[in-house]
């Protein structure tokens, strides 16, 4: 098992944690946010898991899905992080289509938001297009 592998289910298992965070008790506030800094909704449990689905398969078959996976998982979600930092919402979940943009924020908030998104949306990116610890 190549080290692209081994991300992809190291990348499993943190989607999956973050598909549960709305049903660990405690990790949402009263208004629904969880670590009192994002929403997380049906659409983005779902996408979560197809996403971690999707790191599982590619982990489990060979390096060449797992840096598939890497790269197109890692940009798509690199970009939902910028978008998200920009306008407020990302596009993966459809958020800037529903919402309007709430615009240019440099608040912790918003950066915290985001940051989950393109750090392992970098991070994948990263490593699939360097296509670390590739097989010989």
Not at 3 to 27: E, H, R, T, V
Not at 74 to 88: I, K, Q, S
Request: proline share 2%; with cysteine.
């Amino acid at each position: 098992m190549t080290i692209l592998q081994k991300l992809c289910l190291g990348y499993f298992g943190a989607l999956m944690i973050a598909a549960s965070l709305n049903y660990i008790p405690g990790l949402t506030d009263e208004n629904g946010l969880a670590f009192g800094i994002f929403a997380l909704d049906i659409y983005d449990d779902a996408l979560h898991v197809a996403s971690a689905l999707w790191a599982l398969v590619a982990g489990l078959t060979s390096h060449r899905a797992a840096r598939s996976f890497l790269v197109l998982f890692g940009l798509a979600y690199l970009g939902d992080g910028v978008f998200g930092f920009f306008t407020g919402y990302g596009y993966l979940d459809l958020g800037i289509f529903t919402n309007g943009s709430a615009g240019m924020d440099l608040s912790i908030g918003r950066i915290l938001a985001n940051a989950p998104h393109l750090a392992l949306g970098g991070l994948a990116a990263w490593a699939g297009l360097r296509n670390i610890g590739r097989p010989a």
